[in-house]
């Protein structure tokens, strides 16, 4: 069946530090890759999409490149910020009609 | 504003009383779902729905029961709640069922405790 691995947490960062979030998934067909995020108290929101290989999905300066040679969809961002203090979700989605299947989430922490 | 709402966001109750969670969108969206979120395990799916009296269970549908009746709504049922269904649970709505890339829409979340 479908999976979805992400990296362990929580993630403890300075301010403008690089943020890597790994992500791998395993599917069969052709997959469409999502990252959301929740912010305490709120539900989920996408933060970023790509639907096939190559794609590269970037929103609020966080990218993540669908690449299907090594299954991953890595969440990166060059200088982070407090208020990307947050929940992070991988989700894999088009092999079941609208179902997501989400990894277990990375904590995110972002000191000043 | 398109949104997604839930109620109530807090439930606390007790095993066995039947209790009903609520899920409504504005966005006159074809696909509604509902996931619980427990530690670790990331958001796992109970139901979905494609379309009005169009529903089917999803990964962990047991202790639970949905309607849509109406496009707008679609509610959540314990039936008889027991303690191993205390979880966040959120709603999702998007605009097509099967659209390989829609994006789906969260509610705010219910945290239910069953004691």
């Known amino acids: 069946g479908n999976s979805v691995t992400q990296m362990e947490g929580p993630v403890t960062l300075s301010e403008e530090a690089f943020l890597t979030i790994n992500c791998t998934y395993t599917?069969?067909?052709?997959?469409?890759l999502f990252w959301y995020v929740q912010y305490p108290g709120e539900g989920l929101q996408l933060l970023l999409k790509a639907t096939k290989a190559d794609d590269k999905g970037s929103n609020k300066g966080f990218e993540a490149t669908y690449r299907k040679e090594t299954t991953s969809f890595h969440l990166e961002k060059g200088s982070v910020q407090v208020s990307d203090s947050a929940v992070y979700f991988c989700?894999?989605?088009?092999?079941?009609?609208?179902?997501?299947?989400f990894g277990q989430g990375t904590i995110l922490t972002v000191h000043p | 504003e398109a949104q997604v709402t839930q109620n109530p966001r807090y439930l606390i109750t007790v095993t066995g009383k039947k209790l009903t969670v609520t899920c409504s969108q504005n966005?006159?969206?074809?696909?509604m779902s509902w996931y619980r979120q427990d530690p670790g395990l990331g958001l796992r799916q109970i139901y979905y729905?494609?379309?009005?009296?169009?529903?089917d269970k999803g990964d962990v549908p047991e202790g639970y029961k949905v309607s849509r009746k109406e496009k707008r709504n679609f509610p959540l049922i314990l039936e008889s709640p027991s303690p191993n269904q205390t979880s966040l649970y959120f709603c999702?709505?998007?605009?097509?069922?099967?659209?390989?890339?829609?994006?789906?829409?969260f509610g705010p979340g219910t945290r239910l405790t069953v004691l």
């Open positions: 999702a709505s998007s605009l097509l069922a099967g659209g390989w890339t829609d994006t789906q829409y």
């Open positions: 599917a069969t067909g052709y997959p469409s």
């Open positions: 989700a894999l989605g088009g092999t079941s009609y609208g179902k997501l299947t």
């Open positions: 729905s494609m379309n009005v009296e169009v529903t």
């Open positions: 966005m006159n969206h074809e696909y």
